[in-house]
């Protein structure tokens, strides 16, 4: 039995994901790899603005290594498409990983829409998104 994981956080903005990404990957002391700072460092750097999808490209080459190397991975993003949860499925299979996506969600808007009040800026050079995006990406997402 394979004991190497891709473990993959979902869900829109302010559900918890990043939170519950960062504590199960130091619970089990394997590597973290979000979206939001894979970007983040794209951008300062000049090489892509803040609505490409490169620091999905660029995360899914990461966690494709590590498992490669037999090390499990978290990925914490949107994953606003069902095309990149796909993705991330395939790099599993690929490397004889299990896969374990998990979805994020917030079921009381009100408790939800304060939480994106007060939300804890994990990533240098990045402001989280407001409600307004939520709203936006709402109106996309494919479950």
């Not at 993959?8 to 939001?36: C, E, N, Q």
Request: net charge positive.
């Amino acid at each position: 039995m394979n004991s190497t994981a891709l473990i993959l956080f979902s869900g829109l903005p302010g559900t918890g994901k990043t939170v519950l990404a960062r504590r199960v990957a130091r619970h089990l002391h394997i590597p973290l790899l979000a979206k939001d700072r894979i970007q983040s460092a794209l951008r300062v750097r000049g090489l892509a603005d803040r609505t490409t999808p490169d620091g999905y490209h660029l995360m899914f080459d990461l966690a494709n290594e590590q498992l490669s190397l037999g090390v499990s991975v978290v990925l914490d993003a949107v994953f606003p498409m069902e095309g990149f949860r796909l993705a991330a499925r395939d790099i599993a299979c690929r490397n004889s990983a299990n896969f374990c996506p998990i979805h994020c969600y917030c079921s009381d808007q009100s408790v939800w829409r304060e939480r994106m009040k007060g939300r804890e800026q994990y990533v240098p050079n990045w402001t989280p998104v407001g409600w307004e995006a939520v709203e936006r990406l709402q109106a996309t997402y494919e479950p």
